[in-house]
């Protein structure tokens, strides 16, 4: 059995330390994986988002939904 590692425990976050409004960096490191993946993820339509011209925002709750949806194919 894998044994958990203490640093990475410390990273891991409450989904209200969230901010309300994340940008693709945020979810990135919400996710703990790379840049170009939360961009694929943000650009896949499967997450809700905020366009604003050419500024993609996501919100907490849409991230939220987007984390469980996974969670139940999974």
Known sequence: MKQKDPER???MMNFNELP??????????ALHVGRDKS?????SGKMKVLKFGNVTRIRREDFIAYVKSCAKKG
């Open 9 to 11: 425990m410390k990273k």
């Open 20 to 29: 309300e409004i994340m940008t693709r960096e945020d979810v990135a490191q």
């Open 39 to 43: 961009y694929e993820i943000v650009q």
